[in-house]
């Protein structure tokens, strides 16, 4: 089999999976919609969590005053302010510090890391100037986002299931991690309390909300991926609670760790995953993720290099590393539109130390960037319809005319522009023309940051 032959196999088997047929599609959207049914119904009864969040009061644009919000997950934290200015004045000010983690604190003791956070923040309070305005008698109050593992018991309370990203402080695992925040604010002279525990989509979910009242889910597309929206409170079999006054509840899917046999997984996806920290865990994030995408670029071209001689005759050794090729890489030689790709010779030759490549090759590496990218732009749009599905909001009943808007936020959506194209045309595809017209994307920025704080002003201590 001459070269071109086998790399034209290797890429048509790729791009089988890749096309993911429109039945495929529906397909996947069933299933995730059947998932979440299992996974409202009992705790442990899909690979969807299904997260109660404790979030049933979203902001409606009515808030104001000063409020914080401290968003912790990774090596940085960042601390804000927002000063809200009520119905029609939206986010008056908004002031923001970011504090990188110091190494040995990420491996020390719970004191030490939230001791170390506390007093960043108080720094960050005695900078608050007169534009700030707390009413009088009133604490500060802070939207706390916790983007790791938690149980949460109630809005201001959660417990740490366990660490990721680098972090691995054994004594916080098991501890409330509202509470360790608080006696660490108490300790370096804080006054302030926690209103709200968010995870950063639930936060994406509020922020859209805030500035527009037909947002009812939420989808962060980065370096990994879940969704939240808006559920009726009486269709969640394992909420035991009181029923909330709004009759909503927001539910934090994780559906990174969907799976269904219909997702078109190739050996690719397989090998990626057997060889991954957390093998058989969040399968959807694996195919639809910007910490994989490129990943999986690289191994398809290490085979085509191995089988086909893509490169030459030897194996360029830099192409045998996980993870060098990085999502952002991807895109830009994806986006590539000069004459002779010259930004795919460019990348190949300072990330993989491939020189004088011809375009021939640069253009087989641009074709398998948009085959990996539309298979996960499509695959986060069919999950996208199975929420719609879940809601009722995929159909347009009698005379109704109701839009639907979804908040979306991440680096890949925000700045990975064929895979966002591909995913919001192909959302409009799977529905039927007249309902598409009522669906729309809206990028909605920040919601880790001012999405908490305007969770805490809607949950506020204050507000009856």
């Given amino acids: 089999m001459g070269k071109v032959a086998v790399t034209a196999a290797v890429i048509g088997g790729a791009a089988v999976c890749a096309a993911v047929a429109l039945v495929v599609r529906h397909q996947v959207a069933d299933a995730m919609t059947v998932e979440m049914h299992a996974g409202l119904a009992s705790e442990g009864g899909s690979k969807l969590k299904m997260l109660i969040s404790y979030v049933d009061n979203l902001p409606t644009g009515a808030e104001e005053g000063v409020y914080y919000a401290l968003?912790?997950?990774?090596?940085?934290?960042?601390?804000?302010?927002?000063?809200?200015?009520?119905?029609?004045?939206?986010?008056?000010?908004?002031?923001?510090?970011?504090?990188?983690?110091?190494?040995?604190?990420?491996?020390?003791?719970?004191?030490?890391?939230?001791?170390?956070?506390?007093?960043?923040?108080?720094?960050?309070?005695?900078?608050?100037?007169d534009k700030f305005q707390l009413p009088l008698g009133r604490k500060r109050e802070l939207g706390f986002t916790f983007s790791f593992p938690v149980m949460q018991n109630s809005i201001v309370s959660g417990t740490l299931m366990r660490w990721t990203k680098g972090f691995s402080i054994d004594d916080a695992?098991?501890?409330?991690?509202?509470?360790?925040?608080?006696?660490?604010?108490?300790?370096?002279?804080?006054?302030?309390?926690?209103s709200a525990l968010v995870n950063d989509t639930v936060g994406t979910l509020a922020g859209g909300r805030y500035?527009?009242?037909?947002?009812?889910?939420?989808?962060?597309?980065?370096?990994?991926?879940?969704?939240?929206?808006?559920?009726?409170?009486q269709a969640i079999p394992k909420w035991h609670g009181p029923q909330p006054e709004s009759g909503e509840m927001v539910i934090n899917m994780e559906w990174g760790n969907f799976r269904s046999s219909h997702l078109p997984l190739t050996e690719y996806d397989h090998a990626l995953d057997a060889e991954s920290l957390n093998p058989g865990e969040q399968i959807f994030?694996?195919?639809?993720?910007?910490?994989?995408?490129?990943?999986?670029?690289?191994?398809?071209?290490?085979?085509?290099?191995e089988e086909s001689a893509l490169f030459g005759d030897t194996v360029p050794p830099k192409l045998r590393i996980p993870f060098i090729l990085r999502t952002p890489d991807?895109?830009?030689?994806?986006?590539?539109?000069?004459?002779?790709?010259?930004?795919?010779?460019?990348?190949?030759?300072?990330?993989?130390?491939?020189?004088?490549?011809?375009l021939k090759v640069r253009k087989v590496v641009v074709e398998l960037c948009n085959i990996v990218a539309t298979r996960g732009a499509r695959l986060a749009a069919a999950?996208?319809?199975?929420?719609?599905?879940?809601l009722g909001r995929d159909?347009?009943?009698?005379?109704?005319?109701?839009?639907?808007?979804?908040?979306?936020?991440?680096?890949?959506?925000?700045?990975?522009?064929?895979?966002?194209?591909?995913?919001?045309?192909?959302?409009?595809?799977?529905?039927?023309?007249?309902?598409?017209?009522?669906i729309f994307c809206e990028h909605s920025n920040d919601g880790s940051g001012i999405g908490a704080a305007l969770l805490a002003a809607s949950h506020s201590w204050y507000v009856s």
């Fill in 71 to 129: 968003d912790l997950g990774g090596t940085n934290f960042r601390v804000l302010r927002v000063q809200l200015g009520g119905t029609n004045g939206g986010v008056v000010d908004q002031e923001f510090a970011e504090v990188s983690i110091p190494p040995n604190l990420m491996v020390g003791t719970s004191q030490e890391l939230f001791d170390y956070i506390a007093a960043e923040l108080a720094k960050f309070v005695a900078q608050e100037g």
């Fill in 285 to 305: 994030e694996k195919l639809t993720s910007g910490m994989y995408l490129g990943e999986i670029v690289r191994r398809v071209l290490c085979r085509m290099a």
């Fill in 173 to 194: 695992v098991g501890k409330d991690v509202v509470a360790e925040l608080s006696s660490a604010m108490e300790r370096q002279g804080v006054e302030m309390h926690v």
């Fill in 383 to 390: 999950g996208i319809l199975g929420i719609l599905k879940k």
């Fill in 330 to 358: 991807m895109s830009a030689m994806h986006h590539d539109t000069s004459y002779d790709l010259k930004v795919v010779g460019n990348k190949l030759k300072d990330i993989l130390e491939i020189s004088n490549t011809s």
């Fill in 211 to 233: 500035t527009n009242k037909d947002v009812v889910v939420a989808v962060i597309m980065g370096t990994g991926t879940n969704a939240a929206y808006v559920e009726r409170s």
């Fill in 395 to 438: 159909t347009l009943r009698d005379g109704e005319t109701q839009r639907t808007v979804i908040a979306m936020d991440g680096g890949l959506y925000e700045h990975y522009t064929a895979y966002r194209e591909c995913l919001e045309s192909t959302l409009k595809e799977l529905l039927d023309d007249e309902v598409a017209e009522h």
